[in-house]
């Protein structure tokens, strides 16, 4: 029975550092998940059968059960399980050794399978404290660091276990002749090894958060660049706009002077089209917004896109100006992208302003409905690890404000719509 048991822990593990660790999701079809239970018995009734826990069985059910739970490509499961099978193989024989010293004051002959279990709940305890104390508070997971981290904590996993391997025989077989001292001093070794993991894993989310915050500053630097060159090119139309402006005063007064009335009205309506491109569109109510707001309109313009802006604020000048750049920009840049995709590409946008908040409501088509029950969005670009960042810079300025969205998908006259709906107060509490 402590085959079985054994081999569902381990199994558990597995998908918790998967799911929780990677996010990698479960496959939908129910069949695959339960064949993967279905694998984890068999092998362990296999192995309770000819009493052995062979590594070959052992590495065939960790591979194939994560393979037939997990949706991915069938490669990267296979190494990511491997990859697994090991590294829980080093913590839980660091666990062992606590259990025996502290419990049994050294290794026993037989009967150590009463307390494995607590060996899996003290390796798992290690994997929740990674979970929560590194990952989840920095929104940093295992697939976003850099393989050269992962493979480092596989490497230095392996030297600690081969090092106390070797110190654990030779203590054992000498154990009666320490004193409580050595025990000590053994105890404080497993933990320092185990405390150089997270220190590892510290420095590899250190870099992801380093290389984030740089892609997001050159995101926002790209953005401001193509602001500032889409305001130089209306700057050199009006200039120029101005400096012909004498020839066409001048042609005016030819053409009314020899009473060429339709002529010069034709003139004027040319005049008065060439003036109307490099005047601003949109009038939010905000100087700056109104810029961010006119550029998308050229981008979409360009782009085929019906943009349509309704509603106006008195003022966002509360917003910071790298945050109404980053909030919007990734709003209206992402929107545009997905609308250009689909067959009728729009995107709407509406301000309204209340007396103690502003509410900004940007939609646009999509090519299918979007998963908006986590109320969080993954990238649908192929290179993860560089894409991404704008729904997470988007939700990261509305807290900072201490505003709320809210993401909604959804049909309209047959076409799939994707919205977000953004509130920000006016005044921050304190």
Request: proline share 1%; charged share 20%; hydrophobic share 45%.
């Amino acid at each position: 029975m402590i085959y079985i048991v054994d081999n569902f822990l381990n199994y558990l593990i597995y998908l918790f550092i998967i799911y929780f660790g990677f996010k990698i999701q479960p496959r939908k079809n129910i069949i695959f998940r339960w064949l993967s239970v279905v694998v984890v018995f068999a092998a362990g009734i296999f192995n309770m059968y000819f009493e052995t826990n062979s590594p070959i069985v052992y590495v065939c059910w960790s591979v194939l059960s994560v393979c037939l739970f997990f949706k991915e490509r069938l490669l990267r499961l296979g190494i990511l399980s491997f990859a697994l099978m090991y590294f829980t193989g080093i913590m839980d024989t660091f666990s062992v050794m606590l259990i025996q010293i502290l419990l049994i004051g050294g290794a026993v002959e037989t009967g150590l399978a009463w307390w494995m279990e607590i060996a899996y709940a003290i390796s798992f305890s290690v994997y929740f404290m990674v979970y929560t104390i590194l990952l989840k508070k920095n929104e940093v997971y295992l697939n976003d660091i850099e393989y050269r981290y992962k493979v480092a904590i596989l490497v230095q996993g392996s030297i600690f276990q081969m090092f106390y391997n070797f110190v654990f025989a030779f203590f054992d077989e000498n154990h009666e002749m320490y004193g409580w001292d050595a025990y000590v001093v053994f105890f404080v070794s497993i933990v320092g090894a185990i405390y150089a993991i997270f220190l590892t894993l510290s420095l590899a989310i250190k870099n992801v958060l380093s290389n984030r915050q740089n892609k997001e500053l050159q995101s926002f630097m790209y953005m401001q660049k193509e602001q500032y060159d889409y305001q130089l090119q209306q700057s050199v139309a009006v200039r120029r706009f101005k400096h012909d402006l004498t020839n066409h005063i001048g042609v005016l007064r030819e053409l009314v002077n020899q009473k060429k009335l339709e002529e010069a009205r034709g003139y004027i309506d040319t005049i008065w089209n060439v003036q109307d491109e490099f005047e601003l569109k949109i009038h939010t109510g905000d100087s700056f917004l109104d810029v961010i707001m006119n550029y998308y309109l050229y981008i979409a313009t360009k782009e085929n896109i019906k943009f349509t802006v309704s509603g106006k604020v008195t003022t966002i000048s509360y917003i910071e100006m790298f945050d109404i750049t980053t909030l919007m920009g990734n709003v209206l840049q992402n929107a545009i992208e997905a609308s250009k995709k689909t067959n009728n590409p729009k995107v709407r946008v509406e301000f309204i302003e209340h007396k103690t908040e502003i509410f900004i409501s940007v939609s646009n088509g999509v090519v299918e409905k979007v998963n908006t029950n986590n109320n969080f969005l993954k990238t649908s670009k192929k290179d993860k690890m560089n894409h991404g960042f704008g729904f997470k810079n988007i939700i990261a300025t509305v807290e900072k404000y201490q505003g709320e969205y809210y993401m909604d998908s959804f049909m309209e006259n047959g076409e799939p719509i994707f919205k977000i709906s953004i509130a920000i107060p006016k005044e921050l509490r304190r």
